[in-house]
């Protein structure tokens, strides 16, 4: 069968020998792809070199032995393709740079400590202007803040809290009012009509005063203040405002058979006191001069109104009191009436504290 003796070429693939004498030059590139196709499989395996073969293109064989090897290679080739599997260990991917730059970026979120920081302010803030606040504790219980924890461990090593001093404890000054501010005041309430006098710097001690005080006798002309009230002049001129612009209109709409207001009774204005009258926690606005409670209007005729609690009272004399108590935040920051609470059932109480950005609190 053989035209010519050749020396046989051998081929190991995984300890398996046989004899390959190729005799056409066409098959040459046949088993150089079938090498390559192997080469590709031991690279999946992590196995190198797992087939060595050695051609040589002198060799010659007859048609049926070139078939047969070529079939039997083919054979081969497959069983070692069908053999191939993925590698046991998987390349595990690495975290992507993205993540490991937003992990850092979440630290940078607004901590949640801050929220109840400004809630804190908030609640203590409007309780303090309360003159007669009969449950002071309530908002610090509802509202925890993180000044809140440190307050037992405050009371016995540190310094006590605000709620916890005496007036004396709590080392106040009056505030200073600039000679511009007053004079621009002054000249406004001059403009209204308002009669008052300046009266000496009250200074009680322990914070209590009024750097540039004024005496009130009559908030508009005509209309007296009794008793005479004394507090700082922006006091008086909200008083003034919020009189001739929302509480004598309503009142001639709800009483007018009562004729012209000529009289607002007020229960307090200047005093020297904590809130509630306590002996510890926040000093009252009246304390500052910032505040004036009012009890009752009286008339040219018939009955004075009354402040006291009218939530259910469906007469006109009743809208006069709601209305009269939401418009008096546009002139004080803060206003209470019978609605707020039991201590202020018998009078409005209006203060001009300055809060930060403005804030006002009116019930
Ligand atoms: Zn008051």
């Not at 203040?225 to 309503?250: G, H, N, Q, S, Y």
């Not at 904590?274 to 008339?299: M, P, Q, Y």
């Not at 939401?326 to 409005?348: I, M, N, R």
Request: aromatic share 4%; net charge neutral.
């Amino acid at each position: 069968m053989f035209r010519r003796k050749i020396p046989p070429s051998f081929c190991r693939i995984k300890n398996m020998s046989f004899v390959v004498n190729i005799s056409h030059r066409r098959y040459l590139d046949l088993f150089n792809h079938v090498y390559a196709t192997l080469a590709n499989v031991a690279k999946l395996q992590r196995n190198m070199q797992p087939c060595v073969l050695i051609l040589h293109e002198k060799t010659t064989q007859d048609g049926l032995v070139r078939k047969t090897l070529a079939i039997a290679m083919s054979l081969v080739c497959l069983a070692l393709l069908t053999s191939a599997r993925l590698p046991v260990q998987a390349p595990v991917p690495l975290p992507k740079p993205a993540e490991a730059s937003e992990a850092p970026a979440s630290g940078d979120v607004p901590k949640p400590e801050q929220k109840p920081e400004s809630g804190s302010e908030k609640k203590p803030e409007t309780r303090s202007d309360v003159p007669a606040e009969p449950q002071p504790a309530a908002p610090d219980t509802a509202t925890p803040t993180p000044e809140d924890k440190p307050a037992a461990p405050a009371e016995k090593q540190g310094p006590k809290l605000p709620s916890q001093q005496t007036l004396e404890e709590q080392h106040l000054t009056i505030a200073p009012e600039s000679e511009a501010d007053h004079s621009e005041c002054v000249k406004e309430l001059q403009s209204l009509g308002v009669v008052f006098q300046d009266i000496s710097r009250i200074d009680d001690g322990n914070g209590c005063g009024i750097d540039k005080p004024i005496k009130v006798s009559e908030v508009l002309p005509g209309i007296k203040l009794k008793p005479d009230a004394v507090f700082r002049c922006p006091v008086a001129l909200a008083l003034a405002r919020w009189m001739k612009e929302t509480v004598i209109p309503a009142a001639r709409v709800a009483a007018a058979d009562q004729g012209a207001i000529t009289t607002v009774n007020q229960a307090s204005s200047y005093i020297c006191r904590l809130r509630n009258s306590a002996e510890t926690g926040k000093v009252s606005e009246h304390a500052r001069g910032n505040a004036v409670d009012i009890a009752s209007f009286s008339f040219e005729k018939g009955e004075d109104i009354a402040v006291k609690p009218r939530r259910e009272d469906s007469t006109l004399i009743g809208a006069f009191q709601r209305t009269v108590s939401a418009a008096g935040c546009l002139y004080f920051t803060t206003v209470l009436d019978p609605e707020s609470d039991a201590a202020h059932e018998t009078h409005f109480h209006l203060d001009v504290l300055e809060r930060k950005g403005g804030y006002r609190y009116c019930h």
